[in-house]
């Protein structure tokens, strides 16, 4: 299901699995190709900008306003910035950018160019993700660090489902 108010740009550059549900007012951006498995929700104000490859495994939760960037300027002041000037003048970071099974990312997030969410991560509201994370743990924070394990049950409901489709 995909609101009619979704923004999608580069659209023959995105592949979708099964029951992906993709909410009002999202904007991806598909310069690269995007990759988005099944069981997906991506929730309302979400931006992808996928400058190189954006993949999102099955099972993932994009909370409200949750921003997946895979290309960022340079802030140090050696260049300038933004997309009207030349490259010549500018120095860009472009990455992709990876989450895995049974992520979750909380409201307000931002995930910046060449982090790895590796599977079962949470991450809680307002996080900034500037560095690969750890299967299975809770992070939060700006930037994010890890505050506990996340527990795995999930998994026997995963096979539960499969198995009921089988």
């Not at 690269?32 to 991506?42: M, T």
């Not at 996928?50 to 802030?75: P, Q, R």
């Not at 599977?119 to 505050?147: F, M, N, T």
């Not at 996340?150 to 089988?166: Q, Y």
Request: proline letters at 4%; aromatic letters at 6%.
């Amino acid at each position: 299901m995909i609101h009619e108010t979704a923004n999608i740009v580069g659209a023959h550059r995105i592949s979708l699995g099964d029951n992906v549900r993709i909410d009002e007012f999202v904007t991806i951006k598909a310069s690269s190709l995007i990759a988005i498995g099944s069981y997906i929700h991506i929730a309302g104000s979400s931006y992808l900008a996928a400058t190189e490859s954006l993949k999102l495994s099955d099972f993932v939760g994009l909370s409200h306003g949750v921003k997946i960037f895979c290309g960022s300027d340079d802030y140090s002041g050696q260049t300038l910035t933004n997309p009207t000037v030349p490259s010549a003048y500018r120095s860009v970071k472009q990455a992709p950018v990876l989450i895995g099974r049974h992520v979750i990312i909380g409201a307000g997030s931002v995930i910046l160019p060449g982090v790895e969410i590796a599977e079962g991560c949470a991450i809680g509201a307002l996080s900034l993700v500037v560095q690969s994370l750890e299967p299975w743990g809770i992070y939060g924070g700006v930037p994010v660090r890890r505050l506990k394990d996340r527990k795995r049950d999930l998994l026997v409901l995963e096979g539960r489902l499969r198995a009921e489709l089988a």
